[in-house]
T-cell receptor
């Protein structure tokens, strides 16, 4: 059973470009969380989605950031017009159902975004 | 005041030492208390968790929760070089599973 997959693992963008980060949840999982880890900081919650629905986006910056989880395909975190402050590691986690159980939520390996 | 506070270290110990890692929190509504291990350039992996208060033991690892003091601990006995990693405490706000993490403590176990 493949774990949570994220790609690309490393992404380099110049200021003003767009970044698209993809997360494929574990098989059978229909819920996805996105977190951001800035240098020297802990992980910060960004958004929680189920297929075709955003459940909680309280941690998303108000501008330039968006997320989706379509019926088919991976969840996508999109950052428009990137700035140097967006450089961070972005992790997704997946779970099989709404509600929380620590031992059914798994993290992916992360995408490291560098903005030049 | 941050909801979860964790000393980032770094912490360096000799092999075989007992390691104590700690977090404090401010929200008395937290019920799940987790410890994650994160190796360099990897995603966090759940090490162990406790629901509500008390202790939990798993091999060389013991997690403790003191809700009266809003203080949680992770103890590692007989530490090994392979335990070298960043340890993150995390708690859950609400029922949807949005985790609130401490900054993480970077641990190095020297052979």
């Amino acid at each position: 059973n493949a774990g949570v997959m994220q790609n690309p693992r490393h992404l380099v963008r110049r200021r003003g470009q767009e970044a698209r980060l993809r997360c494929s949840p574990m098989k059978g999982h229909s819920h996805v969380y996105w977190y951001r880890q800035l240098p020297e900081e802990g992980l910060k919650f960004m958004v929680y989605l189920q297929k075709e629905n955003i459940i909680d986006e309280s941690g998303m910056p108000k501008e330039r950031f968006s997320a989706e989880f379509p019926k088919e395909g991976p969840s996508i975190l999109r950052i428009q017009q990137v700035v140097r402050g967006d450089s961070a590691a972005y992790f997704c986690a997946s779970s099989p159902q709404q509600g929380f159980s620590p031992d059914t939520q798994y993290f992916g390996p992360g995408t490291r975004l560098t903005v030049l | 005041q941050k909801e979860v506070e964790q000393d980032p270290g770094p912490l360096s110990v000799p092999e075989g030492a007992i390691v104590s890692l700690n977090c404090t929190y401010s929200n008395s509504a937290f019920q799940y208390f987790m410890w994650y291990r994160q190796y360099s350039r990897k995603g966090p992996e759940l090490l162990m968790y406790t629901y509500s208060s008390g202790n939990k033991e798993d091999g060389r690892f013991t997690a403790q929760v003191d809700k009266s003091s809003k203080y949680i601990s992770l103890f590692i006995r007989d530490s090994q070089p392979s335990d070298s990693a960043t340890y993150l405490c995390a708690m859950v706000r609400g029922s949807q599973g949005n985790l609130i993490f401490g900054k993480g403590t970077k641990l190095s176990v020297k052979p």
